[in-house]
């Protein structure tokens, strides 16, 4: 499958993401020519384990995951244990059999979700970040895909440039902050060079860490 970056906004010190950068991010993305082609929406949720008394010191259960349902695999849910470097691909009935089983509750809920543009050989995704029962804005992001290529390590150097042209054209916006692109080590997770889901879901794990880390060392973030 083709490959793609997630990348995530990283407010200046002292300010904090609001739906005018979300605003002004889509409408530069329409000024280098992108076309508007649809909506698009995937789920990240924080999920903790029910442990009974007897189970409470058990090294055998993960303190925590992230359980994440990407668009692109409506049928498939992504579980990534950060801690200990897991990334497992399940069927999506697996969120009800967690369900009944009481091993695990959702502790929150977010939405990426937002307009999905075409720029030549190239898709865009740019998008906010909120909680499901919410409208207040927690981040943004962006996937940046190249629909020729499916490994890694071959499209470093298109990616990299397209990148550059994107934080050029941003740039001359003056916005208070810009996009971050994290690269994960996808070797730790047993993940080849050939580009699948499992790699979005992953990246989408590593920018959540870093959304937390950059709130929780600033202001907290408002709409």
């Not at 058990?58 to 668009?71: A, V, Y």
């Not at 692109?72 to 801690?83: H, L, S």
């Not at 898709?123 to 940046?144: D, P």
Request: proline share 4%; with cysteine.
């Amino acid at each position: 499958m083709p490959i793609k970056w997630v990348l995530h906004w990283q407010p200046n010190a002292g300010t904090t993401v609001n739906t005018q950068i979300l605003t002004e991010v889509s409408q530069c993305v329409e000024s280098i020519n992108g076309v508007k082609e649809g909506r698009w929406k995937d789920t990240l949720s924080f999920y903790k384990p029910m442990l009974r008394v007897e189970q409470a010191n058990s090294l055998e259960f993960p303190r925590d995951f992230l359980g994440i349902s990407l668009q692109e695999q409506p049928n498939k849910y992504y579980m990534v244990i950060r801690g200990q470097r897991l990334i497992i691909e399940a069927e999506s009935s697996i969120q009800t059999i967690m369900e009944k089983l009481q091993s695990y509750k959702m502790r929150v809920a977010l939405n990426f979700e937002g307009f999905q543009y075409q720029l030549g050989d190239f898709q865009l995704r740019v998008g906010k970040v909120v909680t499901i029962h919410s409208e207040n804005l927690r981040g943004i992001v962006m996937e940046m895909e190249y629909l020729p290529i499916s490994s890694w390590e071959t499209s470093h150097q298109i990616m990299g440039e397209f990148f550059d042209i994107w934080q050029e054209a941003l740039g001359k916006r003056s916005l208070p902050g810009h996009f971050v692109h994290v690269e994960p080590n996808f070797s730790e997770y047993g993940l080849s060079d050939q580009y699948t889901s499992q790699h979005t879901a992953v990246q989408y794990a590593s920018i959540m860490a870093q959304m937390i880390a950059t709130a929780q060392s600033s202001q907290p973030m408002r709409n």
